[in-house]
């Protein structure tokens, strides 16, 4: 079981989103039920406050099972990590599977472009004119945005230091605030 401070430990900064993938291996003759544990234990995840995405990652004809927590932040991941219902769900998987074989906790960007190997296969990314549309109508009113609130202000700064502002103000902006919320309003369509 993880415990609550070695997962603040291994995160980035407490406010931002946070994805934690628990892979699990299931008994032989028990993968059937480790589904339904694990279906199970996503609905409940899902409910609780702060959970952004609860899903399970599963290729047909194998024991493996990755489980994805996304949190807003770490405080709230802790919290269910803590919690007595996860703790429930806990013991009930422990007579169903051999083992848990990985714990990975993601932040930021990274959590965009990992995937546990096992889930390769079933996870494919959105095509790459939805990625590049979907970027374009993000981008677009911060950098309409940035020129008519920020760029005026900064004028008369050095070329350097002007040029520097932008990408910190944009991509910031883009990884912590923005595709968060695009991706889950769309995340159908993608």
Same mark, same amino acid.
């Given at each position: 079981?993880?415990?609550?401070?070695?997962?603040?430990?291994?995160?980035?900064?407490?406010?931002?989103?946070?994805?934690?993938?628990?892979?699990?291996?299931?008994?032989?003759?028990?993968?059937?039920?480790?589904?339904?544990?694990?279906?199970?234990?996503?609905?409940?995840?899902?409910?609780?406050?702060?959970?952004?995405?609860?899903?399970?990652?599963?290729?047909?004809?194998?024991?493996?099972?990755?489980?994805?927590?996304?949190?807003?932040?770490?405080?709230?991941?802790?919290?269910?990590?803590?919690?007595?219902?996860?703790?429930?769900?806990?013991?009930? @998987?422990?007579?169903?599977?051999?083992? &848990?074989? /990985?714990?990975?906790?993601?932040?930021? +960007?990274? *959590?965009?472009?990992? #995937?546990?190997?096992?889930?390769?296969?079933?996870?494919?990314?959105?095509?790459?004119?939805?990625?590049?549309?979907?970027?374009?109508?993000?981008?677009?009113?911060?950098?309409?945005?940035?020129?008519?609130?920020?760029?005026?202000?900064? @004028?008369?700064?050095?070329?350097?230091? &002007?040029? /520097?502002?932008?990408?910190?103000?944009? +991509?910031? *902006?883009?990884?912590? #605030?923005?595709?968060?919320?695009?991706?889950?309003?769309?995340?159908?369509?993608?």
């Amino acid at each position: 079981m993880t415990n609550s401070n070695e997962v603040a430990e291994r995160t980035g900064h407490p406010e931002e989103p946070v994805t934690t993938i628990f892979s699990w291996r299931a008994k032989p003759g028990h993968v059937d039920e480790f589904a339904e544990w694990a279906k199970g234990a996503t609905a409940e995840a899902a409910r609780y406050p702060g959970n952004l995405a609860a899903t399970v990652v599963h290729n047909e004809g194998s024991r493996d099972f990755h489980v994805v927590h996304q949190f807003q932040t770490r405080r709230e991941l802790r919290d269910w990590l803590d919690s007595d219902e996860r703790e429930r769900w806990l013991r009930h @998987a422990r007579t169903m599977a051999a083992d &848990r074989t /990985a714990v990975q906790h993601r932040t930021g +960007l990274e *959590t965009w472009f990992h #995937v546990p190997s096992e889930a390769a296969a079933t996870m494919r990314p959105p095509p790459r004119w939805k990625m590049w549309l979907i970027s374009l109508v993000a981008v677009y009113p911060l950098v309409v945005a940035f020129q008519a609130f920020l760029a005026p202000l900064t @004028a008369s700064w050095p070329l350097l230091l &002007r040029s /520097a502002l932008f990408p910190i103000v944009l +991509l910031t *902006t883009m990884t912590y #605030v923005v595709m968060p919320a695009v991706t889950r309003l769309l995340r159908r369509w993608l």
